[in-house]
């Protein structure tokens, strides 16, 4: 059963900095992504990664945050820098299976909580 696991949240001052990271065990996705989620909100795309290393970024984070990915550890970060208050969500690592479209596989979520 796959599984994916985050880790790196935390509380950071605006502009500050904050590396996500998130395991991935029982399989390999073709794509993996970063999600995040404040109340009352819908799940909002953050950053994604193909197996090629293709990127994609929201505008709200584009040359503030880096999606990375590292195959071999099965790993894929989001390095988050210049950080703002509106960056305060729970992050979620997700999975996309080659040939499908959706990312269906989630992880638990980690939270940022940038604040003065």
């Known amino acids: 059963q796959v599984q994916l696991k985050e880790s790196g949240g935390g509380l950071v001052q605006p502009g500050g900095s904050l590396r996500l990271s998130c395991l991935v065990s029982g399989g390999i996705f073709s794509a993996m992504a970063w999600y995040r989620q404040t109340p009352g909100n819908e799940r909002e795309l953050v950053a994604s990664i193909t197996s090629n290393s293709r990127t994609y970024y929201a505008d709200s984070v584009k040359g503030r945050f880096t999606i990375s990915r590292d195959n071999a550890k099965n790993t894929v970060d989001l390095q988050m820098n210049s950080l703002k208050l509106e960056d305060t969500a729970v992050y979620y690592c997700?999975?996309?299976?080659?040939?499908?479209?959706?990312?269906?596989?989630w992880g638990q979520g980690a939270q940022v909580t940038v604040s003065s």
């Open positions: 997700a999975g996309r299976w080659a040939g499908q479209f959706d990312f269906n596989k």
